[in-house]
Every structure is written in C-alpha cells, then in structure tokens.
C-alpha cells in the first residue's frame, strides 16, 4: 500500500511541476490576450511562488533516489509538508488573481487547476503514509 501511495505522491508531484511552467492565468483588455505561467508570475515580482518548483523537484529527486525504508516517515512528512505550503502559495496567487481582475479580465486556467488539486494530492498521499502503519517483518 505504502508503493501506490508513494507512485500516486510521486505523478503529483510532477504534475504540479509541469503545470508551474504551463499558462495559469489569461489576460484580455480589449479584446487582446496574453498568458502568464507560474514562471512567469515567479519572475514578476512573485518570489514566493519559487518554492514551488524546488519543493515538487526535491520531492521527485527523493522519490527517484528510492529513500531508505527506514526513512518512509520523514518521506511522507516532507511530501505533506510541500504539498500544504506550494496549495497555500498557489491559494495566494489565485486569491490575488481575483482581487486584481477589476479594470483588465484575469481568469485562471485549468492548468492552475490541475496543479492546484494536484498540490492537495500530495499533502493527502503523504498523509496517508504517515497514518499507514508499517507490518513487521
């Protein structure tokens, strides 16, 4: 059980890190459009939202690194800890994208959204690592 659930963390994880470099927000005024990834939010004044692709990249690395069986617990603690902080930044971004669409539309994309309920997959995996109980040998 404890495989699937590290496989399941593990295509969160990348889905989220994909999904940073794909459009998260449409821009129109006037009838012109214009998208801004995550990278692109991050560069522009954004900072935080880099924690973001270095959390689900050192969550991947770990995975593909195979840690320790001994180390199944900080695993699943360090994937619910990346997963809550990058929902709560990207939670940031779209309360902002929000109270900013006024005068120009600003809408979210469904890659946003992907991402967004990929991070909550995450946090959810890795808590349920932490609660599954490991058999003895």
Known sequence: MIKILRQINTSAAIIVLVCFFLPWVQVGCAGAKD???????????QGLLW????LMGAL?????????????????????????????????????????????SAQLTGWFWLGFISTFAVAISGIAMLVRRQRAP
């Open 60 to 104: 991947i690395l770990s995975a593909i690194v195979r840690v320790r069986r001994e180390q199944n617990k900080a695993f699943a603690l360090a994937s619910t800890l990346c997963g809550l902080l990058s929902a709560y930044l990207m939670n940031h971004e779209r309360l902002r994208v929000h109270d900013e669409s006024g005068l120009i």
């Open 35 to 45: 998208t801004m990834s995550g990278l692109d939010l991050a560069r522009d004044g």
């Open 51 to 54: 924690f973001i692709p270095v």
